[in-house]
């Protein structure tokens, strides 16, 4: 068990922490945007850094003061940091206290053709396989890796965290892993703590921070681009019903016993993908909330569109101009190239967009 | 040659640069292959007779040798550790370590002789425990450690600072101590750089007159033999054993990098 009790460390301007992180035999996936802190915060566990204030300890042993080389934090860098002058071979080897561990962790990570090579004869994937062989055969009691992925092509980038999955899976020793990419954090992490500023600003289990983030800079840096004000206009039971921009979406929340009152401002988000795109019709569907508005721009991301719609007053019937209304908001929906297809859209559409009431996130 | 295309565009710097090296590189040449060219084989061979010559010679490369590998053992760790931290006392020690490069060697001979000079509290302790550092090998050895090192210093510092420290990071996260990362990770790439700069070190050492001659004009060393040589009997005289210099220097630079290979690698 790693644990991180209000660790800081102070560089120039930047503050880091403190910050209080537990981690079992499991992996936490460190997300954050480049200057929160992710690799001061692995550089003050692996003692690379000094910390200015808190504690650091491994199952038990106080780290502080303890020399990196005796910490048994193995750390795997962004770009490998393999030594140039020797062979792949020799990479793992300097690490391992078991020579038979090369051949083992060769096979496991499947670099058994590219041992005799130098580093700089390896592709990035390669490099990174290696990198991982290499700590791993130092036989740490912590792996912490810092965004090992980032700079390889999306193909081998995909496939390799594919594989480092079922590989962390296998370890049972705490597992940091940092990194910028929301998909790589949720794909890799059993738990997912958000960094903002040096500070952690939401830890919890992947799904619930993806779908409950806590704070609008957790909600926009896990996806969830739609953060929006939403007045309080109606308190139920199960329900709070929101003036959102010019329309109206309700929410799954039990305002009386959150306190909430009616005229209250709070802040909602919806992820882009729980938005479903149709046609603007009349009548409507009560068991969706619906927005209306007018797509703006429509970008072609490959496996998914971005559709930016900004909305209207919600009336179907209504030709009125809609750009620069006092209370549009625009709000970004991604959805598979087929419905771009079934519904023909094309910039300055109008559309509706409906969410279930489930999918209406209240931030606080 | 420059395609006409390329001269279309505007001017060939790369064949311009090639010009401009090759010229210099001529400027180089040329003299050491006249000097050599006009001092028959004989007259030069005949010199290796002299005993005040081959004294000279064994002076010169001994006395590199060993101001050359103080220089390393000193030098090598001062650069590291100049490498490895920054800030302002980083650069001000960085200055004093060239200092003894801008200095007229005579003047370096003149702030040596003030400090371990025969009339110094140094000089006289030392002469009294029998080892006189004037007009001594030791002499020899403080003169040319004093305007060589340096090269050592600065070259291998800038050796050190092209490792990247996130390797010797990677090193020591993977259990390794600073000492064990420095003998197997940072000195291993270093040492091309970490090498040029003892090979530069010998041949200054090799080729230092100035400051040894204030302090030690005996035993000679090769450039005072060649000075003496001029002085006593004219250029004639001096030049086949300038030819004598230039040969040992090439050899022995030579053979130094032929042992170069990493002794730690």
Redesign the interface.
């Known amino acids: 068990m790693l644990e991180l009790d209000s660790l800081g460390a102070r560089y120039g301007d930047f503050t880091f922490g403190p910050v209080d992180l537990t981690v079992g035999e499991e992996v936490l996936a460190v997300l954050g945007p480049s200057g929160s802190g992710k690799t001061t915060l692995l550089s003050t566990v692996a003692g690379l850094v000094g910390a200015d204030g808190g504690t650091v300890s491994l199952d038990g042993r106080d780290l502080t003061g303890v020399p990196p080389e005796d910490r048994r934090t193995g750390v795997v860098f962004q770009d490998g940091a393999l030594f140039p002058h020797m062979t792949a071979r020799e990479n793992v080897a300097y690490a391992a206290t078991d020579p038979e561990r090369v051949q083992e962790l060769a096979t496991l990570l499947e670099i058994p053709d590219v041992l005799d090579r130098r580093p700089r004869a390896l592709s990035g994937g390669e490099r990174q396989r290696v990198a991982l062989a290499r700590t791993l055969a130092a036989d740490p009691d912590a792996l912490l890796l810092d965004e090992p992925l980032s700079s390889l092509d999306a193909p081998i980038r995909r496939r390799l965290r594919l594989e480092l999955h079922d590989l962390f899976a296998s370890l049972d020793i705490p597992v940091v892993y940092v990194t910028h990419d929301q998909r790589t954090a949720s794909a890799l992490g059993d738990r997912i703590a958000v960094l903002h500023d040096g500070r952690v600003e939401q830890v919890g289990r992947s799904a619930d921070v993806l779908e409950r983030p806590a704070t609008p800079f957790v909600a926009r840096f896990t996806g969830s681009e739609n953060v929006l004000d939403a007045r309080v206009v109606e308190v139920g039971a199960d329900r709070l019903l929101l003036d959102v921009g010019d329309g109206q979406l309700s929410t799954t929340a039990d305002g009386r016993e959150a306190g909430i009152d009616l005229g209250e401002t709070l802040t909602i988000s919806v992820h882009p993908a729980r938005f479903e795109l149709g046609r603007r019709s009349k009548g409507t569907d009560c068991s969706r909330n619906r927005l209306h508005g007018t797509v703006r721009r429509l970008v072609n991301e490959g496996d998914q569109y971005r559709v930016v719609v900004t909305t209207s007053d919600g009336n179907p019937d209504s030709d009125a101009p809609l750009a620069g209304a006092a209370d549009a908001v625009e709000l970004t929906a991604t959805v598979p190239p087929t419905t771009v297809d079934r519904l023909a859209l094309q910039v300055d559409d109008r559309v509706s967009l409906s969410v279930s009431a489930d999918d209406v996130h209240l931030i606080g | 040659m420059a395609s006409r295309a390329e001269t279309a565009r505007g001017p060939d710097w790369l064949a311009a640069a090639t010009v401009l090296g090759a010229l210099l590189l001529c400027y180089y040449v040329l003299p050491v292959l006249s000097l050599v060219a006009s001092q028959p084989p004989e007259t030069v061979i005949s010199r290796l007779d002299d005993p005040s010559v081959v004294g000279a010679m064994g002076t010169s490369v001994a006395a590199s040798t060993v101001s050359t590998a103080i220089g390393a053992t000193f030098g090598i760790p001062l650069a590291y550790r100049l490498a490895r931290s920054e800030g302002r006392r980083e650069t001000l020690l960085t200055a004093l370590v060239v200092l003894p490069l801008v200095l007229p060697p005579v003047v370096s001979g003149m702030v040596l002789l003030t400090v371990v000079g025969p009339n110094t509290l140094i000089g006289e302790l030392a002469a009294t425990a029998g080892l006189p550092l004037t007009r001594s090998f030791a002499g020899v050895v403080l003169a040319q450690t004093f305007v060589a090192s340096p090269f050592i210093v600065v070259t291998a510092k800038a050796a050190f600072e092209g490792v990247?420290d996130?390797?010797e990071?990677?090193?020591?996260?993977?259990?390794?101590?600073?000492a064990t990362t420095i003998r197997?990770?940072t000195l291993?790439?270093a040492w091309p750089g970490v090498l040029a700069g003892v090979t530069l070190a010998f041949a200054r050492a090799m080729g230092e007159f100035g400051a040894t001659i204030m302090l030690a004009y005996y035993p000679r060393t090769m450039p005072v033999q060649i000075w003496v040589s001029f002085s006593t009997a004219g250029l004639s005289e001096a030049f086949p054993v300038a030819v004598i210099l230039l040969v040992v220097a090439v050899v022995s630079l030579v053979v130094l990098n032929a042992l170069g290979t990493n002794p730690l690698?």
């Open positions: 990247d996130q390797l990071a990677a090193s020591r996260s993977l259990g390794k101590s600073r197997r990770v291993p790439i690698d």
